[in-house]
T-cell receptor, first 112, second 113 residues
């Protein structure tokens, strides 16, 4: 069964450092997403990406965040200068035409 | 604005008990509704979704949900829960744009053997 894969599963970084979270969406999907879940809180939408550009983004997705699809398979989330409050589980997701999102297993980001 | 509310924060049931988790939505556009499940230590998985047609939707692992338009509800049900159903359940609706989902706060289900 096709699945969304994310690496690494756990990333530890110092405050102020840049991190890149990587995702390989399902191969025939066209829409890509990043969500995050801070411990004990709800899953929050960050950004959606379609046709090589951002289609929607939330207030959380400020100038510190960027996304890229550098090749035909990877989809990355970059946080330029991490803050303590960026610590969360980050989920990548992809979908075909409709809204049935398929999620990856997540990257747990810990900012120290 | 699109929103979704889940009534129960934590539900504790014994095995074989019946389950109903509430979800109410506020959404002005075409109604698309989703239930996701997150097992301990795992990622979100799609349980079922409603786009149109029969308001009673059957999903994986014996779950079903009924879309009641007049009540703006999409409650998740299972006639007989198992210990392996212990997880957190999230109701979701389309967000402000076309290609994102807004999740409810989740309901944690604990099934006691």
């Amino acid at each position: 069964e096709p699945e969304v894969t994310q690496t690494p599963s756990h990333q530890v970084t110092q405050m102020g450092q840049e991190v890149i979270l990587r995702c390989v969406p399902i191969s025939n999907h066209l829409y890509f997403y990043w969500y995050r879940q801070i411990l004990g809180q709800k899953v929050e939408f960050l950004v959606s990406f379609y046709n090589n550009e951002i289609s929607e983004k939330s207030e959380i997705f400020d100038d510190q965040f960027s996304v890229e699809r550098p090749d035909g398979s990877n989809f990355t989330l970059k946080i330029r200068s991490t803050k303590l409050e960026d610590s969360a589980m980050y989920f990548c997701a992809s979908s075909g035409r409709a809204l049935g999102l398929f999620f990856g297993s997540g990257t747990q980001l810990s900012v120290l | 604005a699109q929103s979704v509310s889940q009534h129960n924060h934590h539900v504790i049931l014994s095995e074989a008990a019946s389950l109903e988790l509430g979800c109410n939505y506020s959404y002005g556009g075409t109604v698309n509704l989703f239930w996701y499940v997150q097992y301990p230590g795992q990622h979100l998985q799609l349980l079922l979704k409603y786009f149109s047609g029969d308001p009673l939707v059957k999903g994986i692992k014996g779950f079903e949900a009924e879309f009641i338009k007049s009540k703006f509800s999409f409650n998740l049900r299972k006639p007989s829960v198992q210990w392996s159903d212990t997880a957190e359940y999230f109701c979701a609706v389309p967000g402000a744009g076309s290609y994102q989902l807004t999740f409810g706060k989740g309901t944690k289900l604990s099934v006691i053997p």
